[in-house]
């Protein structure tokens, strides 16, 4: 240890000022030393603040951190929340990687080259993934996540429609687009945002609540701009058939000469099929696949805010898309909605590639559905009808070795999503029991699980509960939340239970969130002639 000895900051601070060179310093610095508060004053710093204005005079930062920090406790355990499909844990190396990078914005290449450079790796190695053909010129680009990547592919297919239509001198004023209703609320906003009408296909329970690709043959003509496939269906984790859906409208341009083209919505998907359902034609594989989308956060292991865009060749993302731009000191080209992205996200998806690997990625997703099979097999044996279905095997005739095996090819493709609703015999024993009181009952023990509606179509009026298991969900907290689900709809059954129910139902009121929500009277409602209509998880204020 060096040896040391008191300073009179006064005096360094005297010495300082007399400087040649202090003049060119910031005059605010000279003012003597710097007081500092004590953590204890946090209280006292924030007691004048005003939540909804901005302080005229700052408190200090460590007061700013304890305020904020004690505030987003209140938030719930992101462990414990099973309704979202987002990543919430990596490991400290990526975490050290995040923070390094946190300051650098991705567009800016000739200032971060490195981070471009990783990020074109990235489209590569998804490009690779998802069976790209050797002879097409694949381009992709990062987004702020699946939805702006499905605008910008909805977006490329518009502007191709409509320049076919121009060229053939035919109306191209009235584009439509056609998916499942089971549909992704960003599949949706584009239709909305951008002046194309959006066909639902209702679908049923039957059908895994998602979109038959027979039935969506009625709802195209020669204004369909694609066909939007959903692989990972966010209701009940099922795939939507890409490959039959491939070969209907090659019979379809056989019969009428309508080119229809798709674009897979594989947000969660995406980061699933490549490492479990090798076999499963889905990707750049199936010819009339223009464009895929994912979400890095989601089974990419990233945290929010990445998605990934590919197009299977440069023809598919149109020129009108794509702007050159010059004054960051180099020409580059742009194609996405906004403009500033972090270059973090991309860095952390290049983390966990090189970390995991093919074999990596495929063991979590084999554990993830191993587990969602655990969990189906222990709520179908209860008081539960479970409604997703990569428990179920492919082979009706599987014997009980078989049954608890690793390979996911043995049971049907889907996302590893448990979604289940009380059985029929549980409905007829206790008539007075509303489904809806588990997802409040659970939330008093930690657990977040959304109870909410089927999607549009000749069942919609099921309700449906629904886990997402995720890298961070074990089998021990799936054997604790069986727990302490069985013994929460147990405790249902019975005048006594209904009461208890009752009384814990009353939803936390959160006076915040009501004042930051936009006045209803002030826009269209759904239940009006005049006021568009939605299928999904959301609804038209």
């Not at 951008?194 to 066909?199: A, L, N, P, Q, T």
């Not at 814990?504 to 005049?530: I, L, M, Y």
């Amino acid at each position: 240890m060096s040896l040391s000895r008191h300073i009179d900051a006064e005096e360094v601070i005297a010495k300082a000022k007399g400087h040649r060179h202090t003049k060119h310093a910031n005059a605010a610095r000279r003012h003597g030393p710097h007081k500092l508060a004590a953590s204890w004053a946090r209280d006292e710093d924030c007691a004048n603040l005003n939540k909804y204005t901005m302080p005229k005079e700052g408190i200090h930062s460590r007061s700013a951190y304890q305020l904020l920090h004690d505030e987003t406790a209140l938030d719930g355990n992101p462990l414990l929340n099973l309704a979202s499909f987002v990543h919430t844990w990596m490991p400290d190396d990526a975490n050290k990687l995040i923070l390094e990078n946190l300051n650098k914005n991705i567009v800016d290449l000739e200032e971060y080259p490195a981070a471009g450079i990783i990020h074109n790796r990235c489209i590569s190695m998804i490009a690779d993934l998802w069976k790209a053909p050797k002879d097409a010129k694949v381009i992709g680009t990062a987004t702020a996540g699946s939805s702006e990547a499905i605008l910008l592919g909805g977006l490329a297919m518009k502007k191709r429609w409509q320049e076919a239509r121009k060229a053939a001198g035919k109306d191209h004023y009235h584009p439509n687009v056609v998916f499942g209703s089971n549909c992704q609320v960003a599949l949706e906003k584009f239709a909305r945002y951008f002046d194309v009408e959006c066909r639902l296909v209702p679908v049923k329970a039957d059908n895994g609540f998602i979109m038959n690709p027979h039935d969506a043959l009625n709802y195209i003509d020669e204004n369909t701009i694609g066909v939007m496939v959903i692989l990972g269906s966010t209701y009940t984790g099922h795939f939507e058939d890409v490959q039959l859906m491939s070969n209907l409208l090659d019979d379809l341009q056989k019969r009428t000469g309508l080119d229809i083209p798709i674009h897979v919505d594989a947000a969660s998907g995406g980061f699933i099929a490549p490492f479990v359902y090798p076999k499963l034609k889905w990707a750049f594989d199936v010819k009339r696949v223009v464009s895929i989308n994912t979400s890095g956060h989601k089974f990419g292991l990233v945290y929010a805010g990445l998605g990934w865009i590919l197009w299977r060749d440069e023809s598919y993302l149109h020129r009108d898309l794509i702007f050159e731009l010059h004054y960051l000191g180099n020409t580059e080209y742009t194609f996405t909605l906004n403009f500033s992205k972090p270059a973090a996200p991309v860095i952390a998806q290049m983390y966990n590639f090189l970390n995991l690997g093919f074999e990596g990625y495929k063991r979590i997703a084999s554990k993830d559905l191993r587990n969602a099979r655990m969990l189906s097999r222990a709520l179908d044996s209860t008081f539960f009808k479970v409604l997703s279905n990569v428990h179920i095997p492919t082979n009706p005739n599987v014997g009980p070795l078989e049954e608890t095996s690793d390979d996911a090819e043995h049971y049907q493709p889907g996302l590893p999503v448990v979604s289940f609703r009380f059985s029929d015999e549980f409905k007829k024993e206790n008539p007075n029991v509303q489904q809806r009181w588990i997802q409040v009952l659970l939330k008093t023990k930690g657990w977040i699980v959304p109870n909410y509606g089927a999607p549009e179509g000749p069942d919609s009026g099921i309700d449906i509960l629904r886990v997402v298991v995720r890298e961070t969900l074990t089998e021990d907290l799936i054997e604790r939340f069986i727990v302490d689900l069985l013994e929460i709809t147990e405790s249902l059954q019975g005048a006594e239970g209904s009461m208890m129910a009752m009384v814990s139902n009353a939803a936390p009121h959160h006076p915040d969130h009501e004042h930051g929500r936009p006045d209803k009277a002030n826009f269209a409602d759904a239940d009006k002639a005049d006021g568009p209509s939605q299928s999904g998880f959301s609804r038209q204020c």
